[in-house]
């Protein structure tokens, strides 16, 4: 399997940003780490072994991005708007470099957006804000609501930054059109995920906006954690 690291120096976040590349050929599909995971985390956890023939056969191509969780939604030494500021840098550096940089390397206008836990936060964030850029956002375990991170603090930022809120009063035909013609979401959660009510309520809510996704339940003692998401993971990609 052809694999590299790759990265610059982002002037937009202040620090060298990294990637790993697997594959030549193929959709662009770009990875978001956990909690507090790096660019290392997919690969660290067996995530690609199931993947393994579809990379071989350029069916798609895997990007691990790196993240800023621990300088932003987990930096418990800085006030809760300057946690979603430097989130929405982090969200500038994905349009504005890394993005840019996949389209350079894949010839692909649009990619695939995948996350497992929190990492799944990230992905339909960024799918359901630019859906121009995203053909498929894919959630395993995710959580769609950050107000756990902002110790009762609430402004306009984090409220366009927190989809649990904001799709509750989505009205805006164009989004809605670009969710249902060109972006497909999909919300895959367990009965001994902690976030499966999350999962249900994003579900519940998506429907009643007429937002066209796909809601996956895994049942028989299917937990949050990666031995499960390994079994998932070929399911969706």
């Not at 790096?38 to 393994?52: T, V, W």
């Not at 550096?93 to 840019?100: A, T």
């Not at 799918?127 to 110790?151: D, M």
Request: glycine share 6%; proline share 5%.
């Amino acid at each position: 399997m052809i694999h590299y690291v790759d990265g610059w120096f982002s002037s937009r976040l202040g620090k060298d940003m990294q990637f790993q590349h697997f594959g030549d050929r193929g959709a662009p599909v770009i990875v978001f780490p956990t909690t507090l995971g790096n660019h290392y985390e997919f690969s660290d956890r067996n995530m690609l072994d199931p993947l393994a023939w579809k990379i071989e056969e350029g069916l798609i191509q895997i990007f691990c991005v790196d993240s800023i969780n621990n300088q932003s939604w987990y930096n418990n030494q800085i006030h809760p708007h300057e946690k979603v500021r430097r989130h929405v840098l982090y969200e500038d550096y994905l349009i504005h470099e890394f993005l840019p940089s996949v389209r350079h390397k894949t010839g692909a206008n649009e990619a695939i957006l995948f996350g497992c836990s929190f990492g799944g936060f990230h992905a339909i964030n960024f799918a359901l804000k630019h859906p121009e850029l995203v053909s498929r956002a894919i959630s395993l375990s995710g959580s769609f609501t950050i107000e756990g991170f902002l110790n009762g603090y609430y402004d306009d930022l984090c409220y366009y930054n927190n989809p649990a809120h904001y799709m509750q009063h989505l009205n805006d035909p164009f989004y809605i059109d670009k969710y249902n013609s060109t972006c497909e979401l999909n919300l895959v959660t367990s009965d001994l995920d902690p976030c499966r009510e999350r999962n249900e309520f994003f579900h519940t809510l998506l429907s009643k906006r007429g937002i066209r996704h796909n809601y996956f339940y895994w049942d028989n003692h299917v937990g949050h954690d990666w031995p499960y998401w390994q079994r998932m993971i070929p399911n969706y990609l």
